[in-house]
Structures are given as C-alpha cells and as structure tokens.
C-alpha cells in the first residue's frame, strides 16, 4: 500500500538520484546540492519510520522498501567517497557485500512467508555510516571554500579528513556492518537453510 511513510521512502530514492547527479558535477555548488540531497535523505529515513509507527501505517511493503531505499542511499555514497580516496575500498565492498547478504536473507525469508524488519544494530550502522558519508560530503564542499566566517571555518575543521570525526564514524561503522551482518545471519539461519 502507498501510504506517505513509504511515498517519503520513495521519495529518498530520488534524492539519491539527485545526490549522484551533483556529486559527479563536483564544485562547491555541485557538493553542496548533493550534500543537501543526501542530508534529506537521511532526514526522510528518520521520519518515514516514525510516521509509520506513530500513525500505525506499518506495512510489510514498507518494512522491505525502507532498508532498500537507506541501503540504496548509503552505498551511493560509500562508492563515490572511496571514488574521491576519502574511504578506502576495501571498506565500501565490505559495506557492499553485508547489504547484498542481508538483502538475500530477507528476499529468501519473504519467499517463505516471513518479513524482517531492520535491527537494532542495523540502525546503528546506519547512523554512523550516514554520519561518515555526511562529514566527507562536507569536507567535499568547503575544502576550498575560502572565508573567515565561523561557521565555515568551524565547518572546515570538523569535516576535516585528518580531524577524529573522520575515524570514529568510519571505523564503528565498518565494526557495525560486520557484527549486524553476522547477526541477520545467525538469526535468520533456520529459515535460510530450511529446505521445504
């Protein structure tokens, strides 16, 4: 049923489409369109849950479209940061594995009658991961921003690659799509290797 949580899932998709558009033209202004792009789509990630459990508008549709549409969004992102060297790839092809695991996982359980809805770890992996893609994109836009402002300069120093935000969002992300992975797995293994 398309009921507004999973219209505002929809719409994430084209924010992500929106997102690599910009991002390939580069620029301060292509950066900032697609740093602007991806932030609504993390916003959008947020509210079509909350509006789905708040009005009762959880659906099955719903629970597979939503971890479709982040995983989506985030790979976009991880493929092109390790393009632009800012996140190695080795890290993006794990990210990349993990989600096409859990994916399998939920596509063999709906053949079997079953739905699994995104975990606990699983949201958190995603937070850090969004928060990661976020720094980078806005390291992205004000490299070589030029100005005294404080919020620029603040901004500057934050998203800098060689400042802590870069690492302490990377690497418990990379930690969270491991353990999450393994934990889909470990739970959902009588269905995925139930023969009838």
């Known amino acids: 049923m398309m009921n507004l949580p999973n219209t505002i899932t929809l719409f994430r998709l084209v924010l992500t489409a929106v997102f690599c558009g910009a991002a390939s033209a580069e620029g301060v202004v292509g950066y900032a369109i697609a740093l602007s792009a ?42 092109y940061l390790s393009a632009k060297g800012l996140c190695p790839v080795w890290v993006t092809a794990l990210i990349l594995c993990r989600e096409f695991l859990v994916t399998g996982i939920r596509q063999i359980a709906v053949e079997k009658g079953t739905v699994i809805a995104a975990d606990g770890l699983g949201k958190w992996k995603t ?19 030029e100005s005294t402002h404080f919020i620029v300069t603040t901004l500057q120093y934050l998203s800098n690659k060689d400042h802590l935000l870069f690492p302490l969002s990377l690497w418990p992300a990379v930690a969270l799509t491991v353990i999450s992975g393994w934990s889909y797995f470990w739970s959902s293994k009588s269905i995925i290797l139930d023969q009838d």
């Open 38 to 79: 991806f932030i609504l789509g993390a916003i959008s990630d947020w509210l079509d849950g909350y509006l789905a459990r708040k009005l009762n508008l959880v659906t099955s549709l719903g629970k597979l479209l939503d971890p479709l549409a982040d995983k989506i969004l985030v790979c976009s992102g991880f493929v």
């Open 127 to 145: 937070t850090f991961q969004l928060i990661f893609i976020i720094t980078a994109l806005v390291y992205l836009t004000f490299e070589s921003v």
